[in-house]
């Protein structure tokens, strides 16, 4: 069956950094579009990240252009979302997804705080 697993998250101070992997198996990786989203408490679910089959498109949503980067690697069926210079605002649980098939992994913590 199809599976979506993160890992990587953590307590981090404001201006650090975390690398959040998704391993994926169950379903041709490299054929689909790859998401990052977040959902802070109280909050609704929201974009971060997409980047397309090949790697060679992505986008970011505005509150994290220039700090996060999506990446993939076809060969081991997992993306990656390196984020730097991190905010408390950033604080969330963070999800990895294939939109299109809707499948979705079961989410990473990332607290941001002194």
């Known amino acids: 069956q199809v599976q979506l697993v993160e890992s990587g998250g953590g307590l981090v101070q404001p201006g650090g950094s975390l690398r959040l992997s998704c391993a994926t198996s169950?379903?041709?990786?490299?054929?689909?579009?790859m998401g990052w989203y977040r959902q802070a408490p109280g909050k609704e679910r929201e974009f971060v990240a997409r980047?397309?089959?090949?790697?060679?498109?992505?986008n970011y949503a505005d509150s994290v252009k220039g700090r996060f980067t999506i990446s993939r690697d076809n060969a081991k069926n997992t993306v990656y979302l390196q984020m730097n210079s991190l905010k408390p605002e950033d604080t969330a649980v963070y999800y990895c997804?294939?939109?299109?098939?809707?499948?979705w992994g079961q989410g990473t913590q990332v607290t941001v705080s002194s």
């Open positions: 169950g379903f041709t990786f490299s054929a689909y579009a």
């Open positions: 980047i397309m089959p090949t790697g060679g498109y992505t």
């Open positions: 997804g294939a939109p299109s098939i809707g499948k």
